[in-house]
């Protein structure tokens, strides 16, 4: 389980990046799709699941088809990247940077990651309400609107 959510959290990033840095605007709102698909995968994941169903019918079913369709109707013209270009001209700058990045973004990770493994945390933690009700948040949030509030619904 852990290993998937580093490779949907790595291709999140990778899409992230692709959505900022991609030259043509419709392989541009195809990588913030993929985005947005990845961050509801991350959603579902973490038992979010009305959040991660929801961030994928909202925003890729209505807001990023919207964006596409508006850029494929507009016939937006392609330029020449300038991330590109500057990648090509400085890239002894740009390995340095990504061996500098990687090195920080692990030690940072290191040093969570022995602050949250600590046993003081997690000993104050009583998981009774779990054992009581083994119901998901989809059910839950049907349970309560059918029950509660259903005139309104």
């Known amino acids: 389980m852990k290993f998937l959510h580093s490779i949907l959290c790595l291709l999140l990033l990778l899409s992230g990046l692709m959505v900022a840095f991609s030259a043509n605007p419709v392989e541009s709102v195809l990588f913030l799709i993929l985005t947005f698909f990845n961050a509801g995968a ?5 038992n979010a699941e009305f959040l991660g169903l929801i961030f994928i019918i909202v925003y890729v079913g209505a807001i990023a088809v919207l964006f596409l369709f508006v850029i494929m109707m507009l016939n937006v013209k392609m330029h020449q990247n300038t991330f590109s270009s500057l990648v090509k001209q400085n890239i002894g700058y740009v390995i340095i940077g990504l061996f500098l990045a990687s090195f920080l973004i692990e030690t940072g990770y290191l040093c969570l990651q022995s602050v949250f493994r600590s046993q003081s945390l997690t000993s104050g933690i009583n998981n009774s309400a779990l054992l009581i009700d083994s119901l998901n ?15 309104c619904f």
Do not use: K, S
């Open 42 to 46: 991350i959603l579902i994941m973490f």
């Open 137 to 151: 948040n989809i059910d839950v949030l049907g349970q309560v609107l059918y029950n509660y509030y259903l005139v």
